[in-house]
C-alpha cells in the first residue's frame, strides 16, 4: 500500500535509504554505500511538495519515492525498496505513483539519474522503458543536477540521465 510521506517518516526512510546503500559495497562502489541519507531539511521539501510517498506492509514502511520537477519533468530524485522487500515489484509500483504525479502536473515524462552498470539500476529502469538521455539534450535543470552528482564523487561509475513518457 502506499501514501504520501509526513515528516515523521524520515527517520525510517533514512534507515532504508542505508540499507540498500549496503548493496553497493558488494560491487566495490563503497562510497556509494558511505553516502549519507536525505537530510531532514531535504525531505521536508519533498514532504511540502507532495512528492514524497511511501510503501508499507503490515504497518511497516518498506519503500519511498521522492519526486519532483525538473526541466518540464517529473523527475524522480530517489526510489528505493530495502533489500528485504526488494524483487517484488514495489519500485515498479513506486514508479507508477510517479507517473501519477506527472499527470497531475501536468508533465509528459519522467525522468532520473542512475548508474549504468548497475543491474538494479540503469538495466531495470531500461526494461521499465525509460531510455538514455544524451547529454546534449539534458535541460539546464538536469545539466546542473548530473554536475552536482559529479562533483559529489558519483562520476567514478558511468552515469546517465534517463526518461520515459508518462504511461496511461
Known amino acids: 500500500m502506499r501514501r504520501l510521506s509526513g515528516l515523521e517518516d524520515h527517520n525510517r526512510i533514512a534507515e532504508i535509504e542505508r540499507a540498500a546503500g549496503e548493496l553497493f ?6 562510497a556509494v554505500a558511505d553516502d549519507p541519507p536525505i537530510s531532514a531539511h531535504d ?3 519533498f514532504v511540502l ?6 510503501w508499507w506492509i503490515d504497518d511497516e514502511i518498506v519503500a519511498y519515492l521522492l519526486v519532483e520537477q525538473v526541466d518540464g519533468a517529473a ?13 517484488h ?19 509528459p515524462a519522467v525522468t532520473l539519474t542512475t548508474f549504468r552498470d ?6 531495470y529502469y531500461e ?3 525509460f531510455r538514455a538521455i544524451p547529454p546534449r539534450s539534458w535541460g539546464p ?15 567514478a561509475w558511468p552515469r546517465l540521465a534517463m526518461i520515459r513518457p508518462v504511461s496511461n
Open 141 to 155: 535543470a538536469m545539466g546542473a543536477r548530473m554536475d552536482t552528482e559529479a562533483a559529489r564523487g558519483l562520476e
Open 127 to 129: 526494461r521499465l522503458g
Open 43 to 45: 525531505f521536508q521539501r
Open 89 to 107: 515489484g514495489i519500485g515498479a509500483e513506486l514508479i507508477t505513483v510517479a507517473d501519477s504525479w506527472a499527470r497531475d502536473h501536468g508533465l
Open 49 to 54: 511538495d507532495r512528492g514524497a510517498f511511501v
Open 75 to 87: 523527475h524522480i530524485e530517489q526510489v528505493t525498496v530495502h533489500p528485504e522487500r526488494a524483487r
Open 118 to 123: 548497475v543491474p538494479w539500476n540503469a538495466p
Open 25 to 30: 559495497r558488494d560491487i566495490d562502489m563503497a
